[in-house]
């Protein structure tokens, strides 16, 4: 789990993933979809999914994937025309009039969860639909859950529901030896789960 501390006047915003919750029924893929106008075949955010044991003894397990919105995020260091960006707030971003799809992001993110749009030509990913936030709103796919597996809120606020998890719980974040420092946090991730691959098309040039 990452221990860094955040220091800033204002929220930091992150999530947790209740493992255990997850249902595997990609409502919170359609919600994204729908919220923020994803292509067909491609994701900002999506469930892998991962049988486990040995026959007859097997379960189904999921995991869902988003950007990480990470504290260092080497997507940004890397971009040469500084498109990716970091808010305040700790949303990494993408800006629409500076990208000029060139993939040094996606080449450098651990994560593989950048995609290039097909019709615009730039690197989209997901961005907590800061839209709503900035309304006073969940993002999209924690609104949809329907077991509350994603749990949203600011990590810098003692009372949130994503620190007292972090604090009581066991936690832990994907690869966090690359240093990057993510800030979305699983419960019930084991070895299995955490190494599942990306299976999504990547679309380069259509």
């Known amino acids: 789990m990452s221990t860094t501390k955040h220091q800033t006047d204002g929220p930091r915003w992150g999530m947790v993933i209740d493992i255990d919750?997850?249902?595997?029924?990609h409502t919170c893929e359609i919600a994204c979809k729908y919220q923020n106008d994803v292509p067909l075949g491609l994701w900002r955010t999506w469930v892998k999914e991962i049988e486990k044991g040995r026959y007859p003894h097997v379960v189904r397990a999921f995991r869902p994937?988003?950007?990480?919105?990470?504290a260092d995020p080497v997507c940004v260091k890397v971009c040469p025309v500084k498109a990716s960006y970091q808010r305040e707030d700790g949303i990494v971003m993408v800006d629409?009039?500076?990208c000029v799809g060139c993939r040094y992001c996606m080449a450098a993110c651990p994560y593989e969860v950048r995609y290039v749009h097909p019709q615009k030509g730039m690197v989209d990913k997901c961005d907590f639909c800061y839209h709503r936030i900035e309304e006073g709103l969940l993002p999209a796919c924690v609104e949809a859950c329907p077991t509350g597996a994603r749990i949203f809120g600011d990590l810098n606020d003692p009372e949130s529901e994503v620190t007292r998890l972090r604090e009581t719980r066991s936690v832990q974040a994907l690869k966090v030896d690359m240093g990057t420092d993510p800030?979305?946090?699983y419960i019930g991730l084991d070895q299995a789960t955490m190494e599942i691959k990306r299976e999504v098309e990547l679309v380069w040039d259509k």
């Open 96 to 98: 629409p009039h500076r």
């Open 65 to 70: 994937t988003l950007c990480n919105h990470c």
């Open 183 to 185: 800030q979305v946090y």
């Open 21 to 25: 919750r997850c249902i595997g029924c």
